[in-house]
Every structure is written in structure tokens, then in C-alpha cells.
């Protein structure tokens, strides 16, 4: 009867809303999935809803120039994932990843209603421009707008470090059945959030440039409520993780246990160090973690000492760690290699949303009598991604299971590495279409002109295909790695920091555009990002990107074929 009753919970010490062991057949797996699921994907309607056009917003509303624009895009757009080291720290160490969701997505709905006031109310914008003089913003026009865009950075930054997890801890990870298909989930994770991203890419943009900024922001504001209410409408289908204490707390406990043992030497027989004789480790929520040959200054902190032998003191963490709290920390130091290769590739893909748009709007966007906007090309990197994940998950995976005999088909840090590759040839494909414009407006006559050169903005798509491309194999690989290599009770953290690689890529980008603009600009040069993209070398900044795109790819496979993958117990 016991028996019975283990099999029918789960044996990840995962819990209901009301922290009851949950029962496997009526909980989790692809029941809960949907919603959350529904809710990403709203999530991201409303995120790319400001996000994609946010750009061509501080040019013609805010009156901004093209390089400040694009400057405050990939700041605030750093700042987005810069945040989820707060949200993951509250997730793993106090709150649970359900109920930290549940305070942001609060925090989002509120910034969302915020910048949608500020698109409808007049007061709160400048006046319109009379020919070609265009009144700055105010201060407090200023202050309103960036009050409620950084209310959505914080609202999507304490999200997005939990909501993958979460739909990830739907999966038993005890069970061999349900921790197979746990790789699909991440897939279609993907994929449901970029078909959120594409509606608003090709939709929501359309509706803010030929319609109004009003109904532009007010349609993603009402599918956020929307897929809020999604998510908590499977609240008694969730699988709950405990909150396991804080990481940063077990983190420096380790630094300061071994730098006080530093003088004592680490046994020869490891299984001298001090670990619980317990089933489960100390760390709520975690399970042991095999010892590891690497790193062994810290493994100090699990030095037993005459001192805490008399004084019987196994309890002070300060002082004594177990070998599962030290590993905690070495796993961390040996993805940090692989979590800094994802800086570069974050500074190719906030291109995305910046000069990718602002090359797109020196091209032909006509069709007829229609103007496509510029930042709507970006759908097609969102096509691509849509095309891509059901062909990786249902072809390339049973394809490249029969060479290397993986249950995934690649390892995390193949796939990865496949994406960086991707990325190289993606810059190097925006570097030649801005060849090819600049040749035309030469042609045209239209280098001291600040008009579209006619070069359709169509040469783009083969830029945003390859991104895509890119973000299938490097994006979801990066989330599963960082996910499945994590300790158990950090999963939220490291899921924080393999976003924390977007923000320091977009402040890569930031920083990159404007060390070269502050030295292309000397001495009354115009510079490769003027104002006027036709008397500049933007290819030149695309192939500097490349460059950098290639050196992180050779760096990243020197690191990845030494990684040690995490042993639990």
C-alpha cells in the first residue's frame, strides 16, 4: 500500500498551492503546460508590442535622434534582463517561482497601463512636428513615458527568470518517462512565445504606425490581463518547488568556510569531507551533489577540523559546508565560460530592434499604394523561428539521435554552439545588404540626401532568417543548459543569469555604438551612424560585429569541450 502511495506523488518533493506532495496523474506534465504556455505567450505579445517598435515610438513621438534612440532601446532593453537576478534570487530563496510570477506580472499590467496613457493622452506627449522643426519632450513627458517602460522592465525581468522553470518542474525529474519530455517542452515554450511575438511584429506594429500609438499599446495591455488570467487559471494543475533558501547566502558561506580552513589540506579519500548522511541534502528542494575533482581550494570549506570535531559544531555553514553546497558553487564557476559567450551573440540579436529597423527605414518599404513598417521585417525572424522548432524537434532531433545516440540528438552545448556559427553569417549578411543599399544610393545620387534609397527592405530577410536560426539552437539551448545544469535549488538564479547574458549584450551593443561613434566622429567626420544613413558605413559596424561573432565562437568551443556536466545523486 506504501508503495502504491510513493508512485502516485511525485519524487522531486514537488507541491501543490497549498504545499501538499502532489499527486502524478492529475498534476503537471502537459496539463499544466498549456497555461503556461498561454500566458508566455501573451507575455511576449505584449513585450514585443513596445519592444519592436519602440525605436520608430522615440523618433516620431519623442522627437529623438537615431542614435540616442537607438541607445535608449538597447539600454532599456539590457535593463529587461538585467532584472532577473532579482527575481531569480526572489524565487530560489524566499517566494517560489509561482507566487514571484504572481507580484510581477502585477508590476508588468501596471507599466503596460502606464505607456498606453502615455500614447493616448496629448499632455503627455510633445507637440507634432510643423516641417521640419520638432519640439523636444518635456521632463515630465519623459519621466511618465521611462516611468512606465521601466515598470515593464522589471515586470517581464522577475517573470521570465521563473516562468520557463516552472513549466520545466511540471516534469518529474525522478520519473525517466517525464524527464524525456522535458526537452520538448522547451522547444515549444519557444515556440509559443515567438508566436505571441510575431502577432505583434506583424500585427500590433501595423496597427501603431497606420492606425495610432493609442490602440497600438492599448491591444498588447489587454492580452497581458489576458494571459494573467491563463496563468493563474491552472493554478490546481501546478507542481510547486519549495524555495530552497537564499544561493548568494550559500554562495559566500562557501568563500568564507575555505578561506578560514585555508592552511588545513583536503583529504586524499574525498568521502572524508563533510556531506549529511541523510537521503536528501540540507538544501530544501535539492538533492545531493556528487563530489568533483576541479576547483579544490573550495573544497577547504568541507574540510572536517580538529576544532569542529571537539566543538561537535557541524551546524554553522560559516564554517563547515557540506560537499553538495561547495559543488553548488563549482558548477557556477565552470559555466561561467559558457554563460560569457552569450554576451556577443546578444549584442548581434538587439540589432534586431535597432539599426536592423533604422537600416530597414533607408529602404524601399512600398508595396503599392501600402508602406510596410520597417520594425514589422523583424516577423520574419520570428517566421524563421516558428519554421525551425517543430523541424529541430520533430526531424533534426530523430535525425542526429541515430549518430549520436543522445536522447536530444545534440547536447545543450552542441546546439549552441551551432547557433553561434549561424550568428556569424548573420551579421555578415546585414553587412552586405547595407553594401549593397550604399551602392545604390551612390548610384542614385542620394549620399547628402536623408531619404529611402529604392532597394527593397525585402534584401533583409535573409538577416532575419539566420537570426532565427540563431536564436533556435543558442536561445533554447542556452535555457535548457542552464536549466538542467543548475543546482536544484538555483535553478531560478542560473535561469537569471543565462538571461543576464541578453542585458550585457544589449549593453555590449550600446557601449560598442558609442565608443565607434564618439571615434568616427572626430574632427567633423560624419561618422558610420549619422542621422543620415546614406553618408555613412553602417556595413562597417555590422562587419565589426561579425569579427567579434567569429572570436566568441572559437573561444566558446575551446570552453565547451572542457565542460564537466553536473553529477546528482
Not at 520545466?168 to 519557444?190: I, L
Not at 520594425?375 to 516558428?386: C, Y
Request: proline share 4%; hydrophobic share 45%.
Amino acid at each position: 500500500m506504501g508503495s502504491l502511495q510513493n508512485d502516485a506523488v511525485t519524487g522531486d518533493g514537488s507541491v501543490d498551492i497549498k504545499g501538499r506532495p502532489v499527486l502524478k496523474n492529475s498534476t503537471g506534465k502537459w496539463k499544466a503546460c498549456p497555461f503556461i504556455l498561454g500566458s508566455g505567450g501573451c507575455e511576449r505579445l505584449a513585450f514585443y508590442g513596445i519592444s519592436s517598435n519602440l525605436v520608430t515610438y522615440l523618433t516620431s513621438k519623442l522627437h529623438e535622434g537615431n542614435v540616442s534612440a537607438a541607445r535608449n532601446v538597447t539600454t532599456w532593453q539590457g535593463t529587461c534582463y538585467f532584472i532577473p537576478l532579482l527575481g531569480g534570487v526572489l524565487a530560489d530563496a524566499y517566494w517560489g517561482r509561482y507566487w514571484t510570477m504572481t507580484v510581477f506580472f502585477t508590476i508588468y499590467l501596471l507599466g503596460m497601463g502606464t505607456l498606453t496613457l502615455c500614447a493616448s493622452i496629448p499632455a503627455l506627449q510633445p507637440a507634432e512636428c510643423v516641417d521640419s522643426v520638432c519640439p523636444s519632450a518635456t521632463t515630465a513627458q519623459y519621466a511618465v513615458f521611462f516611468t512606465g517602460l521601466y515598470l515593464v522592465a522589471l515586470g517581464t525581468g522577475g517573470i521570465k527568470p521563473c516562468i520557463w522553470p516552472f513549466g520545466a518542474d511540471q516534469f518529474d525529474d525522478t520519473d525517466p518517462r517525464e524527464k524525456g519530455k522535458k526537452g520538448s517542452f522547451f522547444n515549444w515554450f519557444y515556440f509559443a512565445n515567438n508566436i505571441g511575438a510575431f502577432i505583434s511584429t506583424s500585427l500590433v506594429v501595423l496597427i501603431q504606425e497606420d492606425v495610432g500609438w493609442s490602440l497600438g499599446y492599448g491591444i498588447p495591455t489587454l492580452v497581458m490581463a489576458i494571459g494573467i488570467a491563463i496563468f493563474f487559471s491552472g493554478t490546481y494543475f501546478y507542481r510547486l518547488q519549495r524555495p530552497g533558501g537564499s544561493p548568494l547566502t550559500r554562495i559566500f558561506q562557501v568563500f568564507v568556510a575555505s578561506f578560514h580552513k585555508q592552511k588545513l589540506e583536503v583529504p586524499e579519500d574525498t568521502s572524508l569531507l563533510y556531506e549529511t548522511q541523510d537521503i536528501s541534502s540540507t538544501i530544501e528542494g535539492s538533492r545531493k551533489l556528487e563530489h568533483s575533482h576541479d576547483l579544490k581550494c573550495l573544497d577547504k570549506a568541507a574540510v572536517i577540523s580538529d576544532a569542529d570535531i571537539k566543538s561537535a559544531n557541524f551546524f554553522n555553514p560559516w564554517r563547515l559546508c557540506t560537499v553538495t553546497q561547495v559543488e553548488e558553487l563549482k558548477i557556477l564557476i565552470r559555466m561561467f565560460p559558457i554563460w560569457a559567450s552569450g554576451i556577443v551573440f546578444s549584442a548581434v540579436y538587439a540589432q534586431m530592434s535597432s539599426l536592423f529597423v533604422e537600416q530597414g527605414k533607408m529602404m524601399d518599404r512600398t508595396i503599392g499604394s501600402f508602406t510596410i513598417p520597417a520594425a514589422s521585417l523583424s516577423s520574419f525572424d520570428i517566421i524563421s523561428v516558428i519554421i525551425w522548432v517543430p523541424i529541430y524537434d520533430r526531424v533534426i532531433v530523430p535525425i542526429a539521435r541515430r549518430f549520436t545516440g543522445k536522447v536530444k540528438g545534440f547536447s545543450e552545448l552542441q546546439r549552441m554552439g551551432i547557433g553561434l556559427m549561424v550568428s556569424v553569417l548573420c551579421m555578415s549578411a546585414a553587412a552586405l545588404v547595407e553594401i549593397k543599399r550604399l551602392q545604390v544610393a551612390k548610384e542614385y545620387g542620394l549620399v547628402d540626401e536623408d531619404v529611402a534609397v529604392p532597394l527593397s527592405i525585402f534584401w533583409q530577410i535573409p538577416q532575419y532568417f539566420m537570426l532565427g536560426a540563431a536564436e533556435v539552437f543558442t536561445f533554447i539551448g542556452q535555457h535548457e543548459f542552464f536549466y538542467e545544469q543548475a543546482p536544484d535549488a538555483m535553478r531560478s538564479l542560473c535561469s537569471a543569469l543565462s538571461l543576464l547574458t541578453n542585458s550585457l549584450g544589449n549593453y555590449l551593443s550600446s557601449l560598442i555604438l558609442t565608443i565607434v561613434t564618439y571615434i568616427t566622429t572626430e574632427d567633423g567626420n560624419v561618422g558610420w551612424i549619422p542621422d543620415n544613413l546614406n553618408e555613412g558605413h553602417l556595413d562597417y559596424f555590422f562587419w565589426l560585429l561579425a569579427g567579434l561573432s567569429f572570436l566568441n565562437m572559437v573561444v566558446y568551443i575551446i570552453f565547451a569541450r572542457r565542460y564537466k556536466e553536473k553529477k546528482a545523486s
